[in-house]
């Protein structure tokens, strides 16, 4: 460190050096000796005009034209991968069908998991669950398949004045279909789902936690347009302002979510979920940050009868059930607390050798079977207690 100095002294002050030193590192690891005399380079990957110019000089290298609509798919997919990254995976494309199209977008994908994975700060969720999966919340869904329609169209969109969605937070009681909803939006959207862990930041060393969460938000935008979720949101930032060196790091991730939140201007859709809201702290909660905040509920009669439909149908056994009927047996069963009656009823036939499920072998099953409202009578109390206080959008 001492000989780096003075090198850097020697060359700002000798007349006669007339040099340049370059540091190259994938992280910004800067000695605080050494800051005065450092001046940081960002180098961004391709952006999409750039990505243009690698895959159409690929398609001249092999001789082949790339169809516009193929390139326009295949710069999608390839955002957020270096140009190294990039021109590998196009060799491996044209090794396997000798062309370059739009049906390599799935090989690229595969990789772009892979390099997610690797980075160790997000994750990339795999998901089939459409938006027709979900039971209820009417309200909700509405509002995702608006902001859905200005996604699909969003150069159309920010031409007539209207800003990329900014994102969702959706909170309430455990079991009722948020997490459902975050890969079922991700489907409605057609868009890559990456998982931000919160508790995965965290490092061992000064200042680690706050360039980990700084690499995943880079490489979420990096990868834009895509979906950003968050889940349970309230335990990511706990220990806020309770003092502690702990909280202090909490409390600086917190701030710099917070103006990545209010400034980004890349299209990171993202969905907050959490269960106790009144563990946020209230800067979250403000107009600004999320589009819009949804209160999920424990789902009512319609919404129980569709739940029902939805799991029996799923696995075949929609036939004679009486769903209606079941759905007024199951008065504060929460989305999850449904699909276990319907799994152990469906399981109970068959060790039965029953040839079919019936209604009332489902109403035996819930008679036997404790909701999430009844065995957290308390807590859910107090969760609904401060949902009314705070007045949040119903999802339903």
């Known amino acids: 460190m001492a000989r780096l100095k003075a090198l850097a002294q020697k060359i700002l002050h000798d007349r006669e050096t007339n040099a340049t030193v370059i540091f190259v590192s994938s992280q910004a690891c800067i000695p605080p000796e050494l800051e005065k005399f450092i001046t940081l380079f960002d180098l961004p990957l391709p952006d999409e005009k750039a990505i243009n110019v690698i895959i159409n000089q690929f398609g001249e290298k092999i001789g082949d034209t790339i169809d516009t609509k193929d390139l326009n798919d295949l710069t999608l997919a390839f955002r957020g991968l270096s140009e190294h990254e990039i021109t590998q995976l196009l060799y491996r494309s044209y090794q396997q069908n000798g062309q370059i199209n739009g049906n390599d977008v799935a090989l690229e994908l595969q990789e772009k998991e892979q390099i997610i ?25 509405t509002w995702l398949k608006q902001k ?96 502690g060196a702990g909280s202090e790091v909490s409390t600086r991730l917190f701030g710099y979510f917070l103006t990545w939140m209010q400034d980004k201007t890349d299209a990171v859709f993202v969905l907050a979920t959490a269960n106790d809201i009144s563990a946020l702290p209230p800067e979250l909660l403000r107009k600004g940050r999320f589009d819009e905040i949804f209160y999920v ?100």
Not at 310 to 339: C, P, V, W, Y
Request: hydrophobic share 40%.
């Open 117 to 141: 994975k690797k980075s160790g700060i997000l994750d990339m969720i795999s998901t089939v669950e459409q938006f027709e999966n979900v039971g209820g919340l009417t309200q909700l869904k």
């Open 148 to 243: 859905a329609h200005i996604l699909h169209n969003l150069n159309e969109a920010l031409a007539f004045g209207v800003e990329a969605p900014k994102g969702v937070m959706i909170v309430g009681m455990p079991g009722c279909g948020k997490s459902l909803t975050a890969k079922a939006t991700a489907s409605l959207f057609k868009l890559p789902l990456l998982r931000l862990d919160v508790g995965s930041l965290m490092g061992k060393y000064v200042g680690e936690s706050e360039s980990n969460m700084r690499r995943a938000l880079q490489l979420a935008e990096a990868v834009s347009p895509c979906v950003l979720w968050v889940d349970e949101l309230e335990k990511a930032f706990v220990g806020i302002g309770s003092g």
């Open 297 to 396: 509920d424990f789902p009512t009669r319609d919404e129980r009868e569709g739940i029902f439909k939805i799991h029996l149908q799923k696995r075949n056994q929609n036939a004679m059930i009486d769903a209606k009927k079941l759905a007024e047996n199951t008065d504060g069963f929460s989305g999850a607390d449904i699909e276990a009656v319907v799994k152990e009823a469906i399981e109970i036939a068959f060790v039965d050798n029953r040839a079919t499920l019936t209604t009332e072998s489902l109403i035996k099953v819930i008679d036997n079977t404790h909701p999430l409202k009844e065995i957290m009578k308390h807590k859910i109390k107090e969760y609904e207690d401060k949902f009314k206080d705070l007045k949040i959008k119903s999802a339903s």
